[in-house]
């Protein structure tokens, strides 16, 4: 099991930029594959991106295809979220998830197979 946190989420104007931040513990953060979901008020959680343990294969939900950029720095236990030219559609609460694989290049898209999730932050995007 792995703890999760997420910062960098606020408040910011349509076409704007925010990098989220998610720090995991535990020793072993290289094997966990790692996704991006958001939850916005009245909305299912849904897929926003996926990166793959030693962060060569990463994934998104069409929606933020060309805007938002997942990383991760497996030294620090850091993934992170860059997100550019947001939308207000972006407003959510956003959460990393993370699931232990043996699995190197896995990308996962269902919450469902994910183990671990954070707290999440808070993005709203004004027009």
């Known amino acids: 099991q792995v703890q999760l946190v997420e910062s960098g989420g606020g408040l910011v104007q349509a076409g704007g930029s925010l990098r989220l931040s998610c720090a995991a513990s535990g020793r072993t953060f290289s094997s966990y594959g790692l996704g991006w979901f958001r939850q916005a008020p009245g909305k299912e959680r849904e897929f926003v991106a996926a990166i793959s343990r030693g962060g060569s294969h990463t994934d998104y939900a069409d929606s933020v295809k060309g805007r938002f950029t997942a990383s991760r720095e497996n030294a620090k236990n850091t993934v992170y979220l860059q997100m550019n030219s947001l939308k207000p559609e972006d407003t959510a609460v956003y959460h990393c998830?993370?699931?232990?694989?043996?699995?190197?290049?896995?990308?996962?898209?269902?919450?469902?197979?994910?183990?671990?999730w954070g707290q999440g932050t808070q993005v709203t995007v004004s027009t």
């Open positions: 998830a993370a699931r232990v694989t043996n699995r190197l290049y896995y990308t996962a898209h269902l919450a469902a197979e994910y183990y671990d």
